[in-house]
């Protein structure tokens, strides 16, 4: 070993308590989607048709959550959807799962560093952005390197801030829809207004669809978490069992304040919806609708939070996603190995914020670059969720088919196999319809370019698993020899 210590390739440590886990989980389903981008699908949709979509969704979400809770809860590897692709389907599968994955993940964290630039400026705009885009670069690897445990517990106090947030607002609009305070809403006309309610009918469902899809990117990374859990058998179940009751709670009730508060075509939905600002929230109209003359302050604060919290998140679920891919000879060994004082993958850290950097620079060296970097990884948390519920389908059948009884699981997703059959339906109609209208009309007048930078992630999915398995000769793993016995490294 090394004088540095990261010469071990040893396991991670299992340092993550079920508090940890559990705001970890909740802090994946609450994030700009919910504080910026929920106004904007009210502005497109209309309440009703928001909360449909959103209802869509969030049942989706909750069958991806349970089908991962009941591998994790049986296998707990850092690697998740990734490693459980590999063990329960194919080997290119999990290859090509796990290195789509960490892209994402890795482009992801440049983003939000981007973006933590943007929200800054709202009260320093003299100060250049690339500064405070640097600092929470070096920040959130500060604390991933520190240990697992530092990671959960950061998530822990940034996950509380959001959810107080969330109440707030929740508390707030209700006592304002029950006409409380001195604002007075016309709550029924805002409901209904435009078709009932459905103001973009079926067109503007469907948009939203795709928004309220990456409102909840990041929920399945409570499963990379669970290979660090001093407890999965208990963690996982308890985190996974309150999904339903936060999407319930957090997303339903919250477009449903908005809708009833906010008449669709107010101008600040409208300005979010028609120019992605992130500078504007829903959250932010309504607390000053109820009088709090500080609203834009505090939210932004919140949203900067979050911001934050995500890029923290990305960051810890790429380099574990790297260090699982070392540890299945699927990456170079070097990152496979963890610091033997921490536990942390120290190599995969670093690989990823020097990607994650690379490609934050690119933002100012090639705009293009970047652009094609980011559209890239788009795609990806999404092809992830296919990969999930494909996986969830192929493991609960192979342990059928291998004699086992169901009593053996700690933790049992219901609704099999309707929930992943659901899950992976949604997740390829949100794939296919990210950008229907690129294909309008004939082949030759087609939106080329658009179609290359949304759908960009597909061939570069299919490139990894085809040329793997021509070099490997893999093949579909029968159900009789799928290896189910339980594992318990990171």
């Known amino acids: 070993m090394s004088n540095d210590g990261t010469e071990q390739t040893g396991d991670l440590k299992r340092t993550l308590k079920t508090r940890h886990l559990s705001m970890i989980a909740l802090g994946g389903t609450i994030g700009t989607g919910l504080f910026v981008a929920s106004g904007a699908t009210v502005a497109e949709a209309g309440p009703m048709g928001a909360l449909l979509a959103y209802a869509a969704i969030g049942v989706m979400v909750y069958f991806l959550m349970t089908g991962l809770g009941e591998m994790s809860a049986y296998m707990p590897l850092s690697g998740s959807f990734a490693a459980f692709s590999g063990h329960f389907v194919d080997d290119a599968f999990g290859f090509a799962m796990g290195w ?19 929200l800054m400026s709202f009260w320093l705009p003299h100060v250049s952005t690339w500064i405070w885009s640097v600092i929470v670069l070096v920040l959130i690897l500060a604390i991933n390197l520190t240990s697992g445990k530092a990671y959960g517990e950061s998530e822990f106090w940034m996950a509380a801030i959001k959810v107080t947030a969330v109440l707030a607002f929740l508390v707030i609009g209700l006592i304002t829809i029950f006409g409380v305070l001195s604002y007075k809403p016309d709550v029924m006309h805002n409901l209904t207004a435009g078709n009932h309610g459905f103001v973009g009918g079926i067109t503007g469902m469907l948009a939203v669809f795709m928004v309220a899809g990456f409102s909840f990117q990041g929920t399945e990374i409570v499963g990379i978490a669970a290979g660090e859990s001093v407890n999965p058998e208990k963690a996982v179940p308890t985190a996974v069992r309150q999904v339903f009751w936060r999407i319930l709670i957090f997303y339903f009730f919250s477009i449903f ?25 829903p959250f932010t109209t309504v607390f000053q609708k109820a009088g709090l003359a500080a609203a834009a302050s505090i939210m932004n604060a919140v949203i900067l939070t979050s911001v934050i919290s995500s890029a923290n998140s990305w960051l810890y679920a790429a380099s574990r996603m790297l260090y699982s891919l070392a540890q299945e000879k699927h990456a170079p060994k070097i990152f496979g190995r963890a610091n033997i004082k921490t536990g942390v993958p120290v190599p995969a850290v670093l690989a990823t914020v020097v990607i994650g950097a690379f490609a934050f620079l690119t933002s100012f060296a090639g705009p293009d670059i970047y652009f094609y970097l980011v559209a890239a990884s788009g795609l990806s948390g999404f092809i992830a969720w296919v990969g999930i519920a494909v996986a969830h389908f192929r493991f609960r059948r192979a342990f059928i088919a291998q004699g086992h009884d169901l009593n053996e699981l700690k933790y049992q997703a219901k609704w099999f196999p309707i929930g992943p059959i659901i899950a992976l339906v949604l997740s390829i109609v949100i794939i296919i319809g990210q950008d229907l209208s690129s294909f309008s009309g004939p082949i030759a007048n087609w939106n080329w370019s658009g179609i290359v930078t949304t759908y960009l992630a597909l061939p570069l999915f299919f490139i990894l698993y085809f040329s793997y398995k021509a070099v490997k000769k893999t093949k579909l793993i029968p159900l009789k020899e799928v290896d189910l016995t339980p594992r318990k490294r990171g």
Do not use: H
């Open 100 to 118: 789509n994955y960490w892209f994402n993940a890795a482009i992801t964290v440049a983003v939000e560093a981007a973006t933590v630039g943007v």
């Open 257 to 281: 304040v908005i809708g009833a508060l906010v008449y669709y075509k107010d101008p600040t939905l409208l300005r979010a919806a028609n120019n992605s600002d992130i500078t504007v929230s």
